[in-house]
């Protein structure tokens, strides 16, 4: 199975990320139904191959949705009482933003983007105010930063709150245990750190969890945790599932669970070593600007978020990287011009990833005018 994870990649966007041709191919399969044996069988076989992700005993539920959709799920289904969110960039500001949306009453931890929560005021504001749930992003793909999520859920659990976390570009490319942390609820979604199609989100939720959900009003039906742990315990979906996407699944997450955790965090981890070693030369060779946004020791291996020089908009590298045949991202939301995001994450190996950093190497000392333009 190694040696098919050796793809000799070009597309280093931070979500959609790229996908093996013969993942990709699973989706012409016949379709089946989605009640009976064929299906039960397979959703079986994808239940077993998520555990091993997950790090988990319990079902990991399937939606045939977005990641957004697990997150708002997560909100409604959570104890009833006042929600603290922690924001440190574009996607926990999402989650912060459901929240509201919900009509649940909340605060806000306002974090630096790059900078992660800082714990001592975590816990000091969770004695303070009783809260019901705390809302965390692990890996914050916009700035590339990486929370102690374990801590997170710790500090929530020791105040009587529940912690639901956004791991969206962190499980599958993070550490990320969910039974040894004891997290409450953890969701990512198929198009990141698992390089599946779009379409896809996964959860894992405690009994305890879906236990009290049992007694809150207003979860809705499509995004009812409840209703998906019944019916994944049937090994099936409360809805017509987006079939295709599970055929994609079930190879692609059975060569994730064989190619084993340990090998797949620390494949992350040495990708985005590469990437900061570059950063830290390139910054070398044109003085102060350029650098890593998220605080060292505190980055995500998924992804680097990339500040550039003042003289350089990102719609220029990610044009002059094209060029040269590879797809990065530019930055997110309000880091959008000023930045780029490098996605070293789901199947990419070192040796992709260099080619990939040669290109830019390249791309910069052109728009750095190390050297005129071929
Ligand atoms: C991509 C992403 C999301 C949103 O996922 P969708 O699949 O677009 O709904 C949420 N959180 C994080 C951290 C992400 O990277």
Redesign the pocket.
């Known amino acids: 199975m190694t040696s098919s994870l050796l793809t000799n990649g070009t597309f280093f966007f931070p ?1 959609p990320t790229e996908v093996r041709a013969e993942v990709m191919q699973q989706m012409t399969k016949p379709m089946i139904p989605h009640r009976g044996p064929l299906f039960e069988d397979m959703f079986a076989r994808i239940q077993d191959s998520l555990r091993v992700i997950f790090g988990t005993t319990r079902s990991v539920y399937v939606s045939s949705s ?4 697990l ?1 708002e799920a997560a909100v409604r289904c959570a104890p009833a009482g006042r929600v603290l969110s922690i924001v440190n960039g574009a ?1 926990s500001a ?1 989650f912060s933003a459901i929240v509201k949306a919900c009509a649940r009453e909340s605060d806000v931890i306002d974090v630096a983007w790059g900078e992660t929560v800082d714990l001592d005021v975590l816990a000091e504001k969770l004695r303070a105010t009783r809260y019901a749930a705390v809302t965390v ?1 692990h ?3 916009s700035t590339g930063a990486l929370t102690d999520v374990r801590t997170v859920a710790r500090l929530a659990r020791e105040n009587g709150a529940v912690c639901l976390v ?1 791991s ?2 962190g499980i599958g490319g993070a550490e990320l245990r969910f039974d040894d942390w004891e997290l409450d609820f953890a969701l990512t ?1 198929s ?2 750190a698992l390089a599946l199609p ?1 379409g896809l ?1 996964f959860a894992s939720a405690t009994s305890a969890f879906i236990e009290q959900a049992k007694a809150q009003p207003g979860r809705g039906l499509y995004f009812d945790l409840v209703e998906f742990d019944a019916y994944a315990s049937k090994n099936q979906t409360p809805n017509t599932p987006a079939i295709p996407l599970f055929f994609a699944a079930e190879m692609q997450l059975a060569a994730i669970a064989e190619e084993t955790m340990a090998v797949r965090w620390a494949r992350h981890a040495a990708m985005a070593k590469r990437t900061y070693e570059w950063v830290d030369a390139l910054a070398a060779r044109h003085g102060g600007e350029l650098r890593v946004l998220a605080t060292a020791g505190k980055r995500s291996p998924s992804v680097t978020s990339i500040t550039l020089p003042s003289t350089i908009k990102s719609s220029g590298v990610l044009k002059a990287v094209a060029s040269r045949g590879f797809t990065i991202g530019s930055g997110y939301g309000k880091n959008k011009d000023t930045s780029i995001r490098i996605g070293h994450m789901g199947d990419h190996t070192l040796e992709g990833l260099g080619r990939c950093l040669a290109a830019c190497d390249d791309a910069f000392a052109e728009l750095l005018a190390e050297r005129p333009a071929p």
């Open positions: 979500g977005s990641a957004t959709g997150m996607f999402r992003v890996s914050e793909t956004d969206v570009t979604g198009q990141k779009p989100a």
